[in-house]
DNA sequence: CCAAATTCAATTGTGCCCAATTAAATTATA
DNA sequence: TATAATTTAATTGGGCACAATTGAATTTGG
């Protein structure tokens, strides 16, 4: 008996177990690639001596010159036990700086100095390296641009 | 078409940075939408004292139950620096088993315990209620899947 | 058979991530 | 105007992720 494989059946045994499968959760995937990209800036951002998160923080700066960290946060859906560090690494790194704001001085002011602004042009065509190693036609990378930020929005 | 922003001009300024945004990168809310998906399995989680990537080695024992560590990392896409500290949490909760293979003592077979297999009963609802957190359109979730597993496939 | 190469897992060190707590400053309220 | 509530970062501790190294076991080539 039993000739039915543990995959195809809803109606009894393993069958209720269905949904619980790498393959059938979206989540799995999402997390894989997500990690699986990031691999792929590393080698290419280790040239100019930074992380990922490092990077993501330096692109909200190169277009806002000076942010607080709660609007850091919000932008990279990050907290400030993440970030705090992130954020005193690059001012070691001598590509930001922190200052609190005069008019209220629980919020951290960060902004870009010469040096961080100039990695900018360093930085330039990462994006272009980074498309090289994705292979998907502009369908889909409209596509699944479109349902990431629908699933962001959710989040908020 | 002379209306256009300083956003979408290629031709001079900040043109030639105009890819180097979080807007106009897939990898950022990607790695975003990854994290706050698996924010939400955390509370839901707790109730059966799994971290998310624990859940993810036990739905592969609920499928295969007995694997090694070299498997595992191949269907997880995680090397044995993450998994080995993983696997000896989930052995000290009882709910896996190490065990060296005959064959060849290199290889550290994982297997599912009593209690492992019966924690599948427990954790049967839990896509359900994951998938009341995410409201995507079935079409969009066919969408997002075929996209992600061909990226992944890319990986590798 | 034996040395070299390969395979597999563990370890180490760095850097996130996040929950929870703390602390400092500001704002609102009785 | 005290004080209670809120806002904002920083800190702490736990758990991944991953690169690089190590070490043990097996396989392979001479």
Request: hydrophobic share 35%; proline share 3%; glycine share 6%.
């Amino acid at each position: 008996m039993m000739s039915r494989t543990a995959d195809d059946d809803m109606t009894k045994g393993t069958g209720s177990y269905e949904q619980l499968k790498l393959g059938n959760q979206l989540c799995f995937p999402l997390y894989a690639v997500s990690r699986e990209i990031i691999k792929k800036y590393r080698p290419i951002l280790r040239k100019i001596d930074l992380t990922y998160t490092q990077y993501l923080v330096m692109m909200v700066l190169w277009e806002e010159d000076t942010v607080n960290v709660k609007k850091l946060g919000e932008m990279l859906f990050l907290d400030s036990g993440t970030l705090s560090p992130v954020l005193k690494s690059l001012e070691t790194k001598g590509l930001v700086s922190r200052s609190r704001s005069d008019e209220d001085e629980r919020i951290l002011l960060i902004s870009l100095t010469d040096r961080g602004c100039a990695l900018r042009e360093k930085a330039k065509d990462i994006p272009f390296e980074i498309s090289k190693c994705v292979e998907l036609s502009p369908e889909e990378t409209y596509e699944l641009g479109t349902i990431l930020r629908k699933l962001l929005k959710q989040t908020r």
